[in-house]
């Protein structure tokens, strides 16, 4: 049996910059918007880019987020209920518990949080929940390209969700990783990262359409579990272009994780030279939605997606470290066929995909 071609059919997204894809590109055109502030304790406080305000508890607040992003990636067409849906998150329903005092533990199912976004879309076929830090939502892609193009499934829905909490916050600023005013990828005055609430949709499906997934990989490097490990960048990028049948030389666009780290800035700007000379234009997208974790690979590349269709392009707005002999691009390149999407997380995790504009 032949391998089957993975398209993107549908995507949408809620982030800081809005309730909606349309919305969003919008607001990322007028300069983006800055995060605000989240106080973790008394006299200690970091900024993160909130979704906007909306009514009702946190499930509430989840459930209709939720129903939102998955309707934009079902614009125009019934909803199929019926196919596989993966759930990727790295807090989960954190944030559910610290608003339910009756439910203040952190020894739930892993599915639970999964069974919430199935619930509030009435999901009735097999719900999946991918946690795998900050390459969850990638990685959850790659496994649902794996089901289509193998024939166990004609269509796939991928939900990546990050709603704010104290916790999460708490836990990146205790390990001395947030920057106290904003997030600078590449940037010569980069102090580490802002975190960002988002949640996100993709429709994959196996019917031909603009965008087709040519590949991707995993690779898992403990050595350095909390940062950027260049051999394993290498691999990642070498082992999608591979499954892609691409060779560096054909990538024109290159999505970096970079989210504003001084160490595992430099790493990855290294280690992506040693892949590529020279270098492609570079994208990052952090310093206008922040890095929302395990929703981050959908967030993302929903967000990507609409700035190159769309013509809006991020802005840096501060000055590149010279020392890093890098630059990032200050419009989608002309011609653009063939860009490579990169994320890197906690545990060691290093997740890459390669996506195929077919215009």
Not at 54 to 72: H, K, M, N, S
Not at 108 to 124: I, K
Not at 300 to 305: C, F, G, Q, R, S
Request: with cysteine.
């Amino acid at each position: 049996m032949s391998v089957r071609s993975v398209y993107l059919a549908g995507m949408g997204l809620a982030c800081t910059l809005g309730n909606d894809l349309p919305t969003a590109v919008e607001a990322l055109a007028r300069g983006g918007v800055r995060p605000v502030p989240v106080a973790v304790s008394e006299g200690v406080q970091w900024p993160v880019h909130m979704l906007p305000p909306q009514e009702g508890d946190w499930r509430q607040r989840l459930a209709r987020v939720v129903r939102g992003v998955a309707a934009q990636a079902y614009e125009g067409t019934a909803a199929a209920r019926s196919g596989p849906l993966f759930v990727a998150s790295s807090s989960l329903d954190i944030g559910g518990m610290e608003h339910t005092v009756q439910d203040l533990r952190l020894g739930g199912d892993l599915q639970d949080f999964a069974g919430l976004a199935a619930a509030a879309l009435d999901w009735q076929g097999p719900v999946f929940t991918i946690s795998t830090a900050c390459t969850s939502a990638l990685n959850a892609v790659l496994a649902a390209c794996d089901l289509i193009r193998s024939g166990q499934a004609d269509e796939a829905l991928v939900i990546g969700a990050e709603l704010g909490n104290r916790f999460t916050v708490a836990g990146f600023g205790a390990m001395q990783l947030l920057s106290p005013d904003g997030a600078r990828p590449f940037g010569a005055g980069r102090n580490g990262l802002v975190l960002g609430e988002a949640v996100a949709a993709l429709r994959l499906g196996s019917r031909a359409a603009r965008w087709r997934i040519a590949g991707g990989a995993n690779v898992v490097d403990g050595r350095n579990p909390s940062g950027t490990e260049a051999s394993a960048v290498l691999a990642m990028c070498h082992q999608a272009l591979a499954q892609s049948g691409l060779g560096p030389q054909d990538i024109g666009l290159v999505k970096v994780q970079a989210a504003g780290s001084p160490v595992n800035d430099a790493i990855e700007a290294l280690a992506l030279k040693q892949v590529f000379d020279p270098l492609p234009p570079l994208v990052s997208l952090k310093s206008a939605i922040g890095h929302t974790l395990g929703a981050s690979g959908a967030a993302e590349l929903v967000l990507l997606v609409a700035c190159i269709e769309s013509g809006v392009w991020p802005s840096a707005g501060y000055a590149i470290d010279d020392e890093l002999g890098i630059a990032l691009s200050t419009q989608a390149p002309a011609g653009l066929r063939n860009i490579l999407f990169n994320v890197v997380g906690f545990g060691g995790g290093h997740a890459s995909l390669v996506l195929e504009d077919g215009r």
